[in-house]
């Protein structure tokens, strides 16, 4: 009886746990494989952006937290933005090597949309360049889901996400992670 509600606004996992601890739970101390992970926006990793909107605050992209539903909070958008293009930036503060990109797409059935297209890009030391063999999963980017770019391995102290946004439209996303495979199998 819950799973339309859970479907109409995003939800797409329930998990419910069970434990001896008291709450408040103290921080994970295990090394985390989200490379862009910064749930402080203190530091680096550090997210930057092209534009970010007045509603939104673009460190929360990189917090840990997925939200879907249209009136979360949590999340970037380019809502307002004149560019043709926007991007959001992962700083790491040092090189790292990565393979796997995956991109929490936020729309709010009005002025944020699914994007047009989008790109993976990352700093090579002096320019911007495209990750090479790029296999997005899936192929058209979907709001409200999370979209997967795996790619020939690279090493580097930035990545960024190029979005296209849809005639009208603006983009968003509620999370971004950047992956090294290895890391990401074993999970």
Same mark, same amino acid.
């Given at each position: 009886?819950?799973?339309p509600?859970?479907q109409?606004h995003g939800?797409?996992r329930?998990v419910?746990a #069970?434990? =001896? =601890?008291?709450? @408040?739970l103290?921080e994970?101390?295990a090394?985390?494989?989200?490379?862009a992970?910064?749930p402080s +926006?203190?530091?680096y @990793? /550090?997210? !930057?952006?092209?534009y970010? !909107?007045?509603?939104d605050?673009?460190?929360?992209a990189? =917090?840990g937290k997925s939200?879907f539903?249209?009136n979360?909070r949590?999340r970037w958008?380019?809502?307002? !933005?004149?560019?043709p293009t926007?991007?959001?930036?992962?700083d790491f503060?040092e090189?790292k090597?990565? =393979?796997?990109v995956l991109?929490?797409?936020?729309?709010?059935e009005g002025?944020v949309q699914r @994007?047009?297209?989008?790109e993976?890009?990352y #700093?090579?030391g002096?320019a911007w360049?495209?990750v090479?063999?790029? /296999?997005?999963s899936?192929?058209v @980017?979907?709001a409200?889901?999370?979209?997967?770019v795996?790619?020939?391995p690279?090493?580097?102290?930035?990545?960024r996400v190029?979005?296209?946004p849809?005639?009208?439209?603006?983009? +968003?996303?509620?999370e971004?992670?950047?992956w090294?495979?290895?890391?990401l199998?074993?999970?």
């Amino acid at each position: 009886a819950l799973a339309p509600f859970f479907q109409r606004h995003g939800v797409t996992r329930v998990v419910e746990a #069970w434990g =001896d =601890d008291k709450l @408040p739970l103290s921080e994970p101390n295990a090394k985390i494989g989200n490379l862009a992970y910064n749930p402080s +926006g203190q530091g680096y @990793p /550090r997210a !930057s952006a092209s534009y970010t !909107s007045r509603f939104d605050r673009v460190e929360e992209a990189n =917090d840990g937290k997925s939200f879907f539903s249209a009136n979360s909070r949590n999340r970037w958008t380019s809502y307002e !933005s004149k560019n043709p293009t926007d991007w959001v930036e992962i700083d790491f503060g040092e090189e790292k090597s990565f =393979d796997t990109v995956l991109l929490h797409l936020f729309g709010d059935e009005g002025g944020v949309q699914r @994007p047009e297209s989008y790109e993976i890009q990352y #700093w090579d030391g002096s320019a911007w360049r495209l990750v090479e063999n790029a /296999r997005k999963s899936p192929t058209v @980017p979907v709001a409200g889901a999370m979209n997967t770019v795996a790619f020939r391995p690279v090493r580097a102290s930035r990545v960024r996400v190029v979005l296209t946004p849809r005639p009208g439209g603006s983009v +968003g996303l509620t999370e971004i992670e950047v992956w090294e495979k290895a890391i990401l199998e074993r999970g």
